[in-house]
């Protein structure tokens, strides 16, 4: 004697299924979910995926269609949506490393780029690098998002050098903090 | 360097034959009277004069006549400075930094008073802090009497210095977070615009500063004012413009009332500037975008067709915008695309207009001719003399 028959079991609980619903109750149901659905909160999972900015290249500003992943001695690389100023690649420095001398601002105005690579947007802080003389090398100007003085944070035209020894602006730096 | 100072001394020595060798042959025809050196002075400003800043490397602010296209002199305003006439056209204020030792040191903010014919210092007023950015014309205002500076500071946290201009004297710091781009508000105090798309208006007379904003207007992350207004003390009033082209009036008072806004695209007759990427739209952009005729009304509008988040380029035309009738009336191609530009107040105005390669051009407002081409003039904000 079969102690355990799953067939059987699956078979009495979908005719039950089947006998008290019909084709079209079941339409009606989902019909009333539809039309409900957005009145009701939707799961988080939904919800984040909902918030998500469109990636596709109709929402993509000029400069994120046309960056470049490889040279960051250019301005058209990704993290450089929002510079101004010299880069500090270009002056014996790196994208986060100031040049030899030149002490890096503990603040910054901030970007958000778009990295054409993995599609994904990240928060760039642009960092300047300070007591020294202006670099004038590999000069940009870049302007994704860029606004006036009243949002300094987000202005790339204040001279950036707070908290540091000297405000002499020398270049720009692109650090990466985090997906934005 | 002693190489250097010996082809010097030769060169004297050989200029000095010449000179002779000149004073000889011309001995029969001309006297030879000794000179003394001497130094030259100017008048009181005029309104034909145009005041253009030279620069994010170069110091000092070159006064042009458009009349005549000439040089006429200097004011001395070090990198990142900004400079102010007094509306009585005795002085130029200069707001400035320095620190002991160049760039390193002890800092001294101050505002200094030059006279504005002999252009020497008359005096200077200490004060704690201001922003360094260069290129910005509302960073340092008078108030519409001229006795009061009202300079901006940002340290980062956000704050006003008010500066007694008639006694010489700071008078004191108000804090004013989130805000910034000052406009005189008179008899009032000063107005400014902030992150929340708001205008704040801080009232100076009594014993503590008030500050009172207004509703939300305009958003200042998707769609900013450009800090580079335009200001007219004769109808107290600020006139703004939008990365998209929206047209914003400002007029001052206790509670500044703030107009509907109109598109510049509209007032052209096409359709407005449109944010959306892929989208190519005629928007308004440069440093210094926009110039106000006070007289006339008419406002000079750099513009350049392309799509949006591209509010510092250049244009590649002027517009020409009668505010009083929302119209365009003329759109006038331009060179070199520049990207600041000024308007003499003169009956017969004059346009400046550069910013790129240091040329700058000035253009007959009426017949859009172009009067003179200054090379390596500087680069901007240029400010000219409003009528008293």
Known sequence: ??????????????????????????????????????????????RAEAAKPDRSPEAKTLFARTAQTTDDTKCNYWRYCAIDGSLCTCCGGGVHTCPPGAEPSPVSWVGTCMNPEDGKAYLIAYRDCCGKAYCAKCDCNNTDRETQLYVPQLNNDVIWCFGTSSMEYHCSTAVLVGAA | MKFAAIGKRSAIVAAAALCCAASVTRADTASVQ??????NSL??????WVYISRGFVMGGTSIYDTATGKLLGQVETPVLADMAIDPAGKFYYVSETYWTKGWRGTRQDMVTFYDTTGLKVQSEVAMP??????GRKNNFILSDDGKTAYIYNLNPASSVNVVDLAKRKFVKNIE???CASLVPNPGVGFSALCSDGSMATVSTGGSKPDITRSAPFFSATDDPIFDNFAYDKAKKQAVMMTYTGLVYIATMGPKPTISAPFSIQEAAGMRKGDPKPLEISWFPGGGQPLALHRATGHLYVLMHMGEYWTHKAGGSEIWELDLAAKKVVKRVQVEDEPNAIEVTQEAAPKLIVGGTEEVVRILDAKTWEEKFKIEKAGSSPFAVVEAP
């Not at chain 1, 006998?19 to 989902?30: N, Y």
């Not at chain 2, 802090?129 to 260069?134: E, P, Q, S, T």
């Open chain 1, 1 to 46: 004697m079969r102690k355990f028959d799953p067939d059987s079991m699956g078979e009495k609980m979908l005719r039950r299924f089947a006998g008290g619903t019909s084709r079209r109750g079941i339409l009606a149901r989902l019909g009333v979910a539809l039309v409900a659905a957005p009145v009701f909160p939707l799961l988080p999972v939904s």
């Open chain 2, 34 to 39: 000794p000179e003394e050196s001497d130094v």
């Open chain 2, 43 to 48: 008048t009181m400003p005029k309104p034909s």
């Open chain 2, 129 to 134: 802090g201001r922003i360094l950015i260069g």
């Open chain 2, 176 to 178: 004013l977070p989130g």
